[in-house]
Structure formats: C-alpha cells, structure tokens
C-alpha cells in the first residue's frame, strides 16, 4: 500500500522567526496524519525547522539542490551540505526554476542524481505552461520532462523519487486543474513510467497533485485514484490550511 505523501513548498518565504511559529502551530494540528508529511522550506530556515520539527511526524525538505558536490558555483548548494543539516527531501525542477533560473531536464536530471547519490529523496516536478496545454502539447511536455529527469536512473532507486504533476497555469493562480484533469495526466505519466521501467515500478511510484490545491479541494482531488499526494504553495503557509490539506 503506497502510502500519500502531502508537502509543503514554503517557496522564498518565512523567515527564522516564522518558521518557528508556523512549525510549532502547525505540528499539533497534523499529529494524527495518515499520510507523510514535509515541509520545504528556504535554505536559510533549515537548521530552525530542524529543531523545531524534532519530536514531530513532519520531515525536514529543501527546495534545490545542486549537481556538483562541491566547487566554484557561487549561491549553490550541494547535497552533502543539505544532508549534514538532517534535511531528508529536496524539491528537483520547480516549474519556478525553470521559468526564471534556466532549469532544463539536464540540469534537473544531475540534480536529481546528485541528490540520490547524497541519500536524499526527491520530489521531482514536472507540468505543462497554459500555452503548451492550449496547443494540446501536455502528455507530449509531461513525458519529455518526466523522461529527462529519469534518465540514467536505476528502478532501484525509484523509492527514493516522488513526481509532482504541477501543471503551470495553476499555479498560485487559484485555477485548480478538475481532478479528472489531473488523474488523467497522471495516468499518462504513469503510463510513461511503465514504458521506462514495468508495470509494478509504475504503480509503486507516489505522483503528487500541485496547483493552488488547499483545504476547500484536497480531498477531492486526493480522492482520484491516481493521485498519490500534493504538494502545496500557498496554503502551506498558513498552519491551519495545511492542517486541512494534510488532514483531507
Ligand atoms: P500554489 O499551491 O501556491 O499554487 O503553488 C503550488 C506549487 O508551486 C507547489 O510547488
């Protein structure tokens, strides 16, 4: 039984003080969660969500990891250096980063291995812009993202891997993809997985929703039974929402 995975991408938000406070009114609140739960928060907020995560069910995640494991790459991060800091998932290929910070599938790809080979997991984000959706490109834009990514990558490793399906246009935008949108270009993804690796890989792997999904819309979403989980922006900064989605 695979079981939902619901992360928060804090985004460059909270600083240190923040983190603290919306740590410590947001663990009581999801004490009981079935699912895994983490939150992804800035570099800077990574050693105070640390100790205030402790003793909690919430994991510690980063938001970019770098590909080298050291060296002259000013404003990087490597790897090692997030998991000295106890940090156990790293957000690879935001659409974010791709728009503004020229992430390709290459890069995503190195990231992702370089993460892996840290003894990370990674959450790996692909989806489609609005014009890409309007040109009917969308299972051709999630297969090439979700194959790029994974190229290289053994079936061994795939346990250590979450994909987030965000599609781009609902993203902070409030416009939630209907979850039959979304179950079914996660069943294409999965498909596409199942062409990378076989049957049981496919069906083992934890596909997150991600897109303006908050309390009003988890559990309808997270009722499709292809979607394994979210990942959430906005609603994830304040404790009670992320409560709610995390609690669907
Ligand atoms: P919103 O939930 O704010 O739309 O952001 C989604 C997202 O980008 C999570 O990575």
């Known amino acids: ?10 985004k460059m938000n ?20 079935k699912c895994e739960v983490v939150v992804c928060v800035p570099f800077t907020s990574i050693d105070t969500a640390r100790k205030a995560l402790r003793g909690t069910k919430i994991k510690l995640g980063a938001q970019n990891v770098h590909w080298a494991p050291k060296g002259a790459f000013t404003g990087e991060i490597s790897a090692d250096m997030l998991k000295e800091l106890k940090v156990r998932y790293v957000i690879i290929g935001h659409s974010e980063r791709r728009q503004y910070f020229g992430e390709t599938d ?5 990231r992702l291995k ?15 812009t609005l014009a890409e959706r309007e040109a009917g490109q ?15 990558i053994e079936k061994r490793d795939l346990k ?9 246009w609902a993203i902070g935008t409030g416009k939630t993809a209907t979850p039959l949108e979304a179950n079914d270009t996660i069943r294409v993804i999965r498909k596409a997985l199942r062409k990378l690796y076989d ?8 596909i997150q929703y991600g897109g303006s999904m908050n309390a009003k819309n988890a559990s309808e ?5 292809e979607i394994d989980g979210g990942l959430i922006g906005g609603a994830s900064l304040k404790a009670e929402d992320f409560a709610k989605v995390v609690n669907y």
């Open 14 to 33: 909270m600083n240190n003080a923040e983190t603290k406070k919306l740590i410590e009114e947001m663990a009581p609140l999801v004490a009981d969660a």
């Open 160 to 168: 250590s891997i979450v994909i987030a399906y965000e599609p781009v």
């Open 114 to 128: 370089a993460a892996l080979g840290a003894g990370l997991k990674a959450i790996v984000c692909i989806g489609e």
């Open 1 to 10: 039984m695979k079981r939902p995975i619901i992360a928060g991408n804090w």
């Open 138 to 152: 969308t299972k051709d834009v999630v297969t090439r993202q979700l194959c790029g990514a994974l190229e290289g």
């Open 221 to 225: 979403l997270m009722a499709m039974p």
């Open 106 to 110: 290459e890069s995503v790809n190195a």
């Open 199 to 206: 049957r049981t890989a496919a069906k083992a792997m934890r």
